[in-house]
């Protein structure tokens, strides 16, 4: 039996997809990249937004087309806040709730009427890899938020905040990089606010993943700034610890800021971002903006101009406001029509590709490793380009001749250019090496 699991939305979607996926393969139930191919179809839904909800029951509708003997199972925040309507699109057997989502493989199962193999016949300890690649996984720390921001439907669909155990965290990435995994990214949907329900905190658990495993790189998902206290940047004194954060302001004007229920002034985000520099220079912080919020005026969108500005992002998120029904924020006065509201979305997109190629300019020159991911793209002249992040995570390219493989190596180069589309140019200063088996690292300069 075969099952295709896809995800719209966070990188919290894609990390349970991947415990998802585990958990299946202990019932001897292979994930297939092919929705073709699969007897069952999970998707993990998204309502951050109506347009997200729209796309989301676009998405059921067109695999139950491609795939119409599949059984279909949808969860996530759609599911969980439209449930009666996700129960009514056709091709949909099953509607598990976020409530519910631990169990999901297990309802499936029964779902299906398959009977469970033996635990031996799939490798023991072994953990089903499926992010997009073998390079990078994402691992669920917690789930929930006590935030109610007025904008965001997500803290109701997903309840209140859960955490995992540390141990359990450390384990799943030690069973990872065992596998090959060289960057595991620590998400869920209140990352700072991880461990205040089993009394620990984000700070402890990095010191334990940093004591307690060997994985080369690790990262964050999106963290809210507010959560992280004066000493935290101090971590990345450790360079196993990549010096980039999704850190989310939303607005530089704190009277929008207040009415969002925002709980970072803009002033502490931008001493936040210094302090962060202090320790490595080269950070890269990147953020999300929201435009045309209920009430902001010339001035509030000018103030998110600014600190964009300020705070040299390495990218910007920009969306639009979009009123979304149970939440606060579409109740308020003053809701934005949608031609500012465009007019606003075009100038931050404009503004925040001048901060990032200022910021992409700076790495011309500086020598990084970086991590070469898939199998590489072959090119009209015979070579092979493969794509990667700098530790700050800047994409970049590299082009080999065919009989050198990169695919999940950790390798030092060189970046000379950036391109048009803001990507960086690199060459090797190293490759890898096979010696009777054994892989090596070469320097070539």
Known sequence: MNVFLTSLGCRLNEAELQTWSSDFSEFGIQTTSSQEDADLI???????????SRKSRQTIRRFHRKNPTAKIIITGCYATLEKSEAEAILGVDLVVNNKNKAQLPQLAKELLEWSSMP????????????SRNRERAF????????????????????????????????????????QGVQEIVLTGVHVGGYGTDIDTNLYDLVVAILEKTNVPRIRF???????????????????????HMHLPIQSGSNRILKKMSRRCKSETFLELVKLARSVVP??????????????????????????VELAQ???????????????????????????????????????SKVTRNDVV?????????????????????????????????????VETDQTLSLTNQLLECKINSVTDSGMLSASLLSIPLEINGSLFVKQIY
């Open 42 to 52: 999970v998707i993990n839904t998204c309502a951050v937004t109506g347009e997200a």
């Open 282 to 307: 080269s950070f890269n912080i990147t953020s999300d903006i929201i435009v045309g919020f209920p009430g902001e005026e010339d001035e509030d969108f000018s103030l998110s101009k600014k600190i």
């Open 313 to 351: 992002f390495g990218h910007v998120h920009t969306f639009s406001y979009s009123k979304r029904e149970g939440t606060k924020a579409a109740g308020l006065p003053n809701q934005i029509n949608d031609t500012i509201k465009k007019a606003r979305s075009i100038e931050m997109h404009q503004l």
């Open 119 to 130: 635990y031996a016949a799939t490798e023991p300890a072994e953990s089903a890899i499926f």
């Open 139 to 178: 691992i669920k720390i917690q789930d929930g938020c006590r935030y109610r921001c007025t904008y965001c439907i997500v803290t109701i669909a997903r309840g209140e905040e859960e955490s995992r155990t540390t141990p359990s965290i450390v384990d799943e990435i030690n069973a990872l990089s065992d």
């Open 361 to 397: 300019s700076e790495m011309v020159g500086t020598v990084c490793s970086v991590l070469w991911e898939g199998q590489g793209k072959r090119m009209g002249n015979g070579g092979v380009r493969y794509y990667g992040y700098t530790p700050n995570y800047h994409k970049v390219f």
């Open 221 to 243: 998902a999106s963290v809210e700034p507010w959560d992280l206290p004066d000493d935290f940047f101090d971590l990345f004194k450790n360079t196993r610890l990549m010096p």
